[in-house]
């Protein structure tokens, strides 16, 4: 199959496009640089041995996603691209809906234009809000307590009605936990172009001794050792759950749901130790006060996705912190 990657230059774009092709399928991928950089594909071709294709620009832009889906025969889409960081979205909240619910909006019209009518979205495990039961599970209720997650259970919500109207739609919604880790090459990962929004890249630049020291945000929580408890999951272990999903989109109901994580759970203090014992790196780190909107504890039921996609995830915490280290000390 030929499956165009939209937002296929960014962070988890850009390890599915290698899954893709590992996969034995084509990644064509559509981005517009504004989180991520050119280069990126340049590395992606010297990991695939030879050159990926890409299109400079905006999935708002319905002409432009019409002729890549006509010209480059396009069988399915994964769309990556939308803006997530969370206090930006509180900040600005009509640049989110604008690039994520019209930018989802878009690609579905030029997709229905074109008839191409495979769909694999990624959203996020913060639809669930606050947990009302851990692990959470893909019936769990949803609730948005953000403009980033708004946007997110919009898209959802759209992409239900549209496979209910036309059962020629077939759509796989993703709910991604918390992606960590870098491709084992050192040449692609999380590279953030401002300031990080999740705490892998922290953890790195602490390490780095590019920030002082790493805020850890709560130690008064439920948790086993007071600080949050989140579900990490390798990056590479995530890209394969697209491939997975897919896979599946021609098969079972039209419209599939699956949450993409491990099942376990880890504070910010064991990762950290977690990392410090990967890497020999020393993470300075301060306690600070919880930060308002965090929720205690978030980790996924993962049954669903390993019984029905036949996916399971093959990397530990200590490989994510180690592929972490590799990507952010590689030579630059
Ligand atoms: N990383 C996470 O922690 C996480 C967790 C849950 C869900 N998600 C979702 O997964 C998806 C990918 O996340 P990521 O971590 O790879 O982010 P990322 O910022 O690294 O990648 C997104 C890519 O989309 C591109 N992009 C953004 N708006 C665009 C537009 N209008 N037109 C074309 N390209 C555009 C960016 O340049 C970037 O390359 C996003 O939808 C995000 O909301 C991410």
């Not at 084509?26 to 991520?36: A, G, I, Q, Y």
């Not at 399915?76 to 989110?96: G, N, Q, R, W």
């Not at 074109?114 to 949803?142: C, I, K, N």
């Not at 050792?225 to 990056?235: K, L, N, S």
Request: glycine share 10%.
């Amino acid at each position: 199959m030929r499956i165009l990657l939209t937002g296929g230059a960014g962070y988890i774009g850009s390890h599915t496009a290698l899954a893709v092709l590992d996969a034995g399928h084509e990644p064509v991928l559509l981005d517009n640089f504004s989180n991520s950089v050119p280069d990126v594909v340049d590395r992606l071709g010297e990991i695939a041995g030879r050159p990926l294709t890409i299109v400079n620009g905006d999935v708002r832009d319905p002409g432009l996603v019409r002729s890549t889906l006509a010209a480059e025969r396009i069988d399915a889409v994964i769309h990556f691209a939308a803006s997530k960081a969370v206090a930006e979205s509180v900040a600005d909240p009509l640049s989110y809906y604008a690039n994520n619910v019209g930018g989802t909006l878009a690609v579905l019209e030029a997709m229905e234009a074109e008839g191409v009518r495979s769909f694999v979205f990624s959203s996020s495990a913060t639809v669930y809000g606050g947990p009302q039961r851990l692990p959470l599970d893909e019936d769990h209720p949803t609730q948005a307590v953000n403009p980033y997650g708004q946007t997110k259970l919009m898209c959802e919500n759209m992409l239900m009605d549209l496979v209910r109207a036309d059962r020629g739609w077939r759509a796989s919604i993703l709910r991604y936990f918390n992606p960590v880790g870098a491709h084992s090459s050192g040449l692609i990962g999380e590279e953030p172009t401002g300031i990080p929004n999740n705490l892998m890249p922290l953890v790195t630049r602490a390490a780095l001794g590019e920030i002082d020291r790493l805020q850890v945000y709560g130690t008064d929580y439920p948790t086993p050792d007071g600080t949050a408890v989140r579900d990490y999951i390798h990056v590479v272990d995530l890209a394969r759950g697209h491939v997975a999903a897919l896979d599946a989109l021609g098969k079972g109901e039209a419209l599939q749901l699956y949450n993409l994580g491990t099942g376990r759970g880890t504070s910010v203090l064991e990762l950290i130790a977690a990392f410090v014992q990967a890497t020999g790196a020393s993470v300075p780190h301060v306690t600070a006060a919880r930060r308002p909107g965090d929720v205690a504890a978030m980790y996924a039921a993962v049954g669903k996705a390993e019984r029905e996609l036949g996916w399971r995830t093959m990397h530990d915490l200590a490989q994510m912190c180690a592929d972490s280290w590799r990507f952010a000390t590689r030579p630059k």
